[in-house]
């Protein structure tokens, strides 16, 4: 997607220094953190939102959870920590390519 902003951190196109890359997903800091650890973790292919989800990205999808596991444990907050996807405008979401928030350093609190 030529007009979306994490193709373009993706591909480089918007420099941003990434804490990990693989062939199927990359992770970097978000520049507007509301924790004192908050980075993204963007699958390489273009979803516009966790709603596209299908079975056919289930590889993908549990790829993603484990490179959260594996970086939550290189950067010591696996303890505690919070995965957030917004989908859609009523939940937050302002960009439309799917990425999971990985949120610590804080007492992030319950939901309900
Ligand atoms: P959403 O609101 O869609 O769930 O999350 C998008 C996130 O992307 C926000 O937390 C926002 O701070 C972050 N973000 C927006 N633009 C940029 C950018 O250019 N670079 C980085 N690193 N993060 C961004
Ligand atoms: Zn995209």
């Given at each position: 997607?030529?007009?979306?902003?994490?193709?373009?951190?993706?591909?480089?196109?918007?420099?941003?220094?990434?804490?990990?890359?693989?062939?199927?997903?990359?992770?970097?800091?978000?520049?507007?953190?509301?924790?004192?650890?908050?980075?993204?973790?963007v699958p390489?292919?273009h979803l516009a939102s966790a709603?596209e989800i299908?079975?056919?990205?289930?590889?993908?999808?549990?790829?993603?959870?484990?490179?959260?596991?594996?970086?939550?444990?290189?950067?010591?907050?696996?303890?505690?920590?919070?995965?957030?996807t917004?989908?859609?405008?009523?939940?937050?979401?302002?960009?439309?390519h799917l990425h999971f928030?990985?949120?610590?350093?804080?007492?992030?609190?319950?939901?309900?």
């Open positions: 997607m030529n007009d979306c902003l994490f193709c373009k951190i993706i591909d480089g196109s918007i420099p941003t220094k990434k804490l990990y890359e693989d062939d199927i997903c990359v992770a970097f800091n978000d520049s507007n953190p509301q924790a004192p650890t908050h980075f993204l973790v390489k292919k709603v299908t079975d056919d990205d289930a590889t993908m999808v549990g790829h993603i959870f484990a490179v959260i596991s594996l970086l939550t444990q290189i950067f010591g907050i696996s303890d505690g920590y919070r995965v957030v917004n989908c859609g405008a009523k939940a937050g979401q302002s960009v439309q928030h990985v949120l610590a350093g804080k007492e992030l609190g319950s939901f309900n």
